[in-house]
């Protein structure tokens, strides 16, 4: 009897190892100081991610374009290429998660940050729990599937929660898991005025703010890339929100 319960009691170890693995989520660390790393790499172990870090632009620029990762952790004062260049790359051929970290802390850093297609900023230093919380929202954001949702139809576009994609007269629209969030938020919408505070809310689990400019700068990616003619399909109401229109589908 004795030896039946130590194989049962071995077996659901090994049961609960195995689904940790599964959920196990892979990060990487592109920053160049290596402390800082191996602290971050034993923190987050801790909170079942798999942490890989590369040192420079070039050599984290080539792995995450190798894909596999769930999230990107990208210092912007690294050499060879900084962070701003890596990001850059890297949204021509992958839409991974990537929350910026760095020391500079100047608006335009921010907004420039944000308008390569960073899904966060967080200046340094930083708490641990803060990162982490971060990156749960991130993740929550870009992993979310509603199998039970519909496709929403706005004219030619075509907005799938499902597969989190989004199409205008069949043809991908290359979307951040950000702007493919705001974007269903105003799809599920269906023409009513979805407000500032209401987006903010869904995004990042609070109010926005007067000074706040992260969702300025998302709203103004979304225009870009859903314009097809002279009407821009997201109007701003002054003062309340935005509301997403019909999209045409003849070209730009």
Do not use: W
């Amino acid at each position: 009897m004795a030896r039946k319960g130590y194989i049962a009691s071995a077996g659901m170890r090994v049961e609960k190892m195995a689904k940790e693995a599964a959920n196990e989520k892979r990060m990487l660390l592109i920053e160049d100081d290596v402390d800082l790393c191996a602290l971050m790499t034993d923190f987050f172990s801790q909170h079942n991610f798999r942490a890989e870090a590369a040192h420079d632009g070039t050599t984290g620029l080539a792995r995450a374009l190798e894909g596999g990762f769930d999230i990107i952790l990208l210092d912007v004062m690294i050499p060879v290429l900084d962070g701003f260049d890596v990001l850059r790359a890297l949204r021509q051929r992958s839409a991974t998660p990537v929350i910026m970290l760095t020391a500079r802390t100047e608006r335009e850093d921010r907004i420039g940050g944000l308008d390569l297609g960073a899904d966060d900023y967080l200046p340094k230093p930083f708490e641990p729990g803060e990162l982490l919380a971060r990156i749960r929202a991130v993740l929550r954001r870009s992993g979310h599937i509603e199998q039970r949702d519909e496709k929403f139809k706005r004219g030619a576009l075509s907005v799938d929660p499902a597969l989190r994609k989004a199409t205008i007269n069949g043809e991908p629209v290359e979307l951040t898991s950000i702007e493919f969030d705001i974007l269903l938020l105003l799809a599920r919408a269906a023409g009513r005025i979805v407000s500032r505070d209401e987006i903010s809310a869904a995004l990042h689990q609070r109010e926005a703010t007067p000074f706040e400019r992260s969702l300025d700068v998302h709203i103004s990616h979304l225009r870009k890339k859903l314009s097809r003619g002279e009407e821009n399909p997201i109007r701003t109401i002054r003062g309340v929100g935005y509301m997403l229109g019909p999209v045409s589908g003849d070209a730009a």
